[in-house]
Structure formats: structure tokens, C-alpha cells
């Protein structure tokens, strides 16, 4: 999909890509509906669960999530910019698909926003914020050609200096 876009989906060109007989892909995925769940489902996994969860486990502070959030989305960029685009691409011909896509924005720009109030951000800035960083990451895949990881990364270091003092990093310093 993301070298041919959605039109590449067929039964026949997925079995020959994967070396798989018609009948095991049925077996498996129930025909193309049930092989685009799966797809999306996966995607969604990988690419937003894993991201929150792994920026969860970095740490207590929301500075600390943030930043190990940052890291890994940068780590992913090279491999997940066509991607991206071509879901997107997808999401405005396929109306599953741009529930989906929906869905997806929709919870990682709910994440940030929670990052962002846990640093103590004032409530009017928090939804401008939230959207300001993940619209940083979608352009950047965006233009042609997409923004490289290590420029993405000063672009987000600049905004992140404009952060509120993350309260339990204040905390942490005060504990003997």
C-alpha cells in the first residue's frame, strides 16, 4: 500500500507478495474487509499504542513522557512518513478508513493534550498546543520532501522550550 496506494489491496497481489495460497488469506483474514481490519488495527498498535505506552513507562514526569515520545516518533519517522501519507491518501477515498484515520488523530492528539496539562500548561493553551505539535509532525510528513527527522527534532526543541515548568519536575528538585 504505501509504494502502489490503496488500489495495490487486491486478494491476488497480497497472496503474491506474501507467498500465501487465496485460501490461507481467506482463512486468515476473512477476504479484503477483514485483511483491511487487521491492517488498520495493526497500524493503530504500532504506530499510536506502542508510542503512549512506551512514553508511559519513561517516566513519571509529563517533560519526561514527552520527550520519550519525541524520541520514538523521530525514531520511526524514516520508516513510517510513506506510510502515513498513504493512509491518509486512503482516508479520503475509503470512509472506513477516514473513521479510522479520525480515531487515530483523535487519540494521539487526546494524549497530548494530557501531556500538556500535566505541565502545568494554563487550560486555554492546552487543545492549540496539542494540535500544534502533532500538525508539526503531520506537514512535516507532508511536503515534499518530508521534513528529516534531525531538523523535526529542532523544530520540536524550540516549542518545547516555550513549555510551562512541568510541576512534579519542581517537586523532585524540592525532595531532599
Given amino acids: 500500500m504505501e509504494r502502489d496506494g490503496a488500489q495495490a489491496l487486491t ?93 487515530v488523530d483523535g487519540t494521539r492528539i487526546g494524549y497530548l493534550r494530557g501531556l500538556w496539562r500535566d505541565l502545568g500548561a494554563p487550560e486555554a493553551e492546552i487543545e492549540p498546543m496539542a494540535r500544534l505539535l502533532y500538525l508539526i509532525l503531520i506537514g512535516a510528513q507532508q511536503i515534499i520532501p518530508p521534513v528529516p527527522a534531525n531538523d523535526l527534532r529542532e523544530i520540536y526543541e524550540l516549542v518545547l522550550r516555550l513549555s510551562p515548568h512541568d510541576p512534579s519536575e519542581q517537586q523532585e528538585k524540592d525532595t531532599p
Avoid: M
Fill in 11 to 103: 486478494i491476488e497481489r497480497l497472496c503474491a507478495e506474501l507467498g500465501v495460497t487465496k485460501g490461507s488469506f481467506y482463512h486468515h483474514f476473512k477476504g479484503i474487509p477483514g485483511f483491511k481490519e487487521a491492517l488498520l488495527t495493526h497500524f493503530e498498535d504500532e504506530h499510536t499504542g506502542r508510542f503512549i505506552s512506551d512514553a508511559e513507562i519513561a517516566g513519571a514526569s509529563a517533560r519526561g513522557r514527552l520527550q520519550r515520545l519525541l524520541d520514538l516518533v523521530l525514531e520511526d519517522k524514516n520508516d513510517s512518513d510513506g506510510l502515513e501519507t498513504a493512509l491518509r491518501s486512503w482516508a479520503l477515498q475509503d470512509p472506513e478508513v477516514r473513521a479510522f484515520q479520525e480515531h
